[in-house]
């Protein structure tokens, strides 16, 4: 039992981290996003990983698949609960994510214009 609730609760941040990923690239891509929005499009997200460990729990037909669901739905709570109140950080939210095509070089803001 304490390996499903141990590879559940990883799982969960796992899922957590994926399903924040997602919006955090749109709010990016997306400057005049409105938190509103975000919340509503983060939550969409989340919903994804939560709803395949209620399967799981529901499904399940041993203590550890319970415990794997159990932890699993405890951690994307709690992660999300930190993430909204400040107090857990797992997201890194000051990277920014830049979709170019190519290798890109930022200009340099001593380097002379190109001609």
């Known amino acids: 039992m304490a390996f499903g609730g141990l590879f559940g609760f990883v799982f969960g941040i796992l899922g957590f981290m994926m399903a924040t990923a997602f919006p955090a690239m749109l709010r990016t891509a997306i400057p005049t996003m409105n938190w509103p929005a ?5 939550v969409a997200c989340l919903a ?7 399967r799981a729990l529901r499904k399940g037909k041993g203590r550890d698949t ?23 950080t797992f997201f890194p939210w000051d990277k920014q994510f830049y979709i170019v095509p190519g290798p890109y070089e930022r200009p340099s803001a001593t380097a002379p214009p190109r001609r």
Not at 48 to 54: D, G, I, Q, R, S
Not at 76 to 85: C, D, Y
């Open 48 to 54: 994804v990983p939560a709803y395949a460990f209620t």
């Open 38 to 42: 975000f919340m509503a499009i983060w």
């Open 66 to 88: 319970r415990a794997f669901a159990t932890c699993g739905i405890a951690a994307i709570v709690i992660a999300f609960a930190g993430e909204l109140t400040g107090t857990i």
